[in-house]
């Protein structure tokens, strides 16, 4: 019962990420064909309030719900970064489908989603496995 809260907050974030047609392979396919502005709207929209929240984190020394301080650490640039990014996004241009949507595309009865997650479990779990000898 005390994760009802999470459950909740998924099922509200899966609507936005449907509603604002994220989901969408077509939208999505858009995209990558620089024939729309919807969806980098939508991602230039995210990064603009991530920024202002790590901001609002930072400067004013914002604690947990438990009371602790929020530490966000630096991250250093490595080779790792891009290549895992194209990798990344030859997927997404492949499939029409990034992590976060795959399973709101599931909900919205888009079946070969359940496909989609199988495979990003696997290369998750690819990943983990060649992890120390991938260059860093």
């Known amino acids: 019962m005390k994760n ?11 609507i936005v ?3 604002s047609e994220v ?4 939208r999505i396919q858009e995209m990558f064909r620089f024939q729309s502005f919807h969806m ?19 400067r004013n020394r914002l ?3 438990n009371g602790e301080e929020i ?3 630096d991250k250093k640039y490595n080779h790792g970064t891009w290549i895992g990014g194209t990798i990344f996004g030859l997927g997404w241009a492949l499939t029409g489908a990034c992590p976060g949507p795959m399973f709101a ?11 989609l997650i199988l495979a ?17």
């Open 4 to 14: 009802l809260k999470y459950l909740v907050l998924g099922v509200l974030f899966g």
């Open 17 to 19: 990420l449907t509603k």
């Open 23 to 26: 989901v969408s392979w077509w």
């Open 40 to 58: 980098y709207g939508i991602i230039g929209s995210a990064i603009v309030v991530g920024l202002i929240s790590i901001q609002l984190i930072k």
């Open 63 to 65: 604690k947990t719900i």
């Open 71 to 73: 530490s966000i650490a």
């Open 105 to 115: 595309q599931l909900g919205s009865g888009v079946a070969g989603a359940a496909v």
């Open 120 to 136: 990003a479990l696997a290369g998750t779990w690819t990943y983990s496995a060649l992890r120390e000898k991938l260059p860093h």
